[in-house]
């Protein structure tokens, strides 16, 4: 079993921007995809997006294009998220999560383990 551990969080200004980080434990941190979903208060959690195992396809939902950038490094068995131009309702609990397939999508059942949540809150 994976473990995922996100970093991060904080508080920011409309306008700025936050890296958040999701270190995952294990040798087949390469195999799958990972995903970023966010849960707002009082909202279901949603896709946010998602980098394939071999990180040539990245995926975004239309609310954070532009906006957001997904990466990883496989060295450091670490995938990214990088959020610009921060809106208030960016705020959120930001979660990583591991793909069960090489493509990561926007359904949650199709990830079988998630980090803890760091939470993003931007002020306007």
């Known amino acids: 079993q994976v473990q995922l551990v996100e970093s991060g969080g904080g508080l920011v200004q409309a306008g700025g921007s936050l890296r958040l980080s999701c270190a995952a434990s294990g040798r087949t941190f390469s195999s799958y995809a990972m995903g970023w979903f966010r849960q707002a208060p009082g909202k279901e959690r949603e896709f946010v997006g998602s980098i394939s195992s071999g990180g040539g396809t990245i995926f975004n939902a239309d609310s954070v294009k532009g906006r957001f950038a997904i990466s990883r490094d496989m060295a450091k068995n670490t995938v990214y998220l990088q959020m610009n131009s921060l809106k208030p309702e960016d705020t959120a609990v930001y979660y990583c999560?591991?793909?069960?397939?090489?493509?990561?999508?926007?359904?949650?059942?199709?990830?079988?383990?998630w980090g803890q949540g760091t939470q993003v809150t931007v002020s306007s």
């Open positions: 999560a591991r793909s069960r397939y090489a493509l990561g999508p926007e359904d949650e059942d199709g990830y079988d383990s």
